[in-house]
Nanobody, 124 residues
Framework: QVQLVESGGGPVQAGGSLRLSCAAS???????MGWFRQAPGKEREFVAG????????YYADSVKGRFTISGDNPKYTVYLQMNSLQSDDTAVYYC??????????????????WGQGTQVTVSS
């Protein structure tokens, strides 16, 4: 079992930055980690993913060039640096993990574990 705890969300003005953290505990080494977000009335959507062994990263088109996912393996923590935030980025952000092989980072059904979410609110 893996427990994931997100932190770092909050209110921010458009154009600003936030860094989200996801701390893992339990069976701590999940090979694949991802960030998803869900805005009110919308489906949960993929934001970014990382393959922790090599550090390879993947991004949704909507956040490429603005968001960066990174991992600190000794601390069992994954980060999401969000820059140039826009009102469309307002959502609850969730951390997700999968221990086995992952075929599609963007498919939320492939992840085994989820955090409770952290709210990000971008005001214009």
């Amino acid at each position: 079992q893996v427990q994931l705890v997100e932190s770092g969300g909050g209110p921010v003005q458009a154009g600003g930055s936030l860094r989200l953290s996801c701390a893992a505990s339990g069976r701590t080494f999940s090979t694949y980690m991802g960030w998803f977000r869900q805005a009110p009335g919308k489906e949960r959507e993929f934001v970014a993913g990382i393959f922790r062994i090599t550090g390879s990263t993947y991004y949704a088109d909507s956040v490429k060039g603005r968001f960066t996912i990174s991992g600190d393996n000794p601390k069992y923590t994954v980060y999401l640096q969000m820059n140039s935030l826009q009102s469309d980025d307002t959502a609850v952000y969730y951390c997700a993990a999968r221990a086995g092989r992952l075929r599609n980072y963007a498919d939320r059904n492939e992840y085994d574990y989820w955090g409770q979410g952290t709210q990000v609110t971008v005001s214009s």
